[in-house]
């Protein structure tokens, strides 16, 4: 069992930045790719970023590329997702989520774990 916890999100201004933490316990997190997922009000849940178990494959959203950056430190169990350019339409809730495989992956059903979440809000 994995627990994720995700830590970071606020009200932030359009063209600010966020960095999102997502926190994990229980197993070690090297054993997982991870993944960072949108929802917006309304909407399906979307994704945003993943990185593979070592770190050396990333893999993001055309609507986010170039603008966001995922990372982990593996030592610290402790992944990253650096928020730049930020748009009124990154507004939703982020969650992390962890895959028992080695590569980076886009598709939502191959995530076992979850965290609950945290807020971002863009505001014009």
């Known amino acids: 069992q994995v627990q994720l916890v995700e830590s970071g999100g606020g009200l932030v201004q359009a063209g600010g930045s966020l960095r999102l933490s997502c926190v994990a316990s229980?197993?070690?997190?090297?054993?997982?790719?991870v993944g960072w997922f949108h929802q917006a009000p309304g909407k399906e849940r979307e994704f945003v970023a993943a990185?593979?178990?070592?770190?050396?494959?990333?893999r993001y959203a055309d609507s986010v590329k170039g603008r966001f950056t995922i990372s982990r430190d593996n030592a610290k169990a402790t992944v990253y997702l650096q928020m730049n350019g930020l748009k009124l339409e990154d507004t939703a809730d982020y969650y992390c989520?962890?895959?028992?495989?080695?590569?980076?992956?886009?598709?939502?059903?191959?995530?076992?774990?979850w965290g609950q979440g945290t807020q971002v809000t863009v505001s014009s």
């Open positions: 989520a962890a895959a028992s495989t080695t590569y980076s992956i886009s598709n939502s059903d191959a995530y076992t774990y």
């Open positions: 229980g197993r070690i997190l090297n054993n997982y790719s």
């Open positions: 990185i593979s178990r070592s770190g050396g494959s990333t």
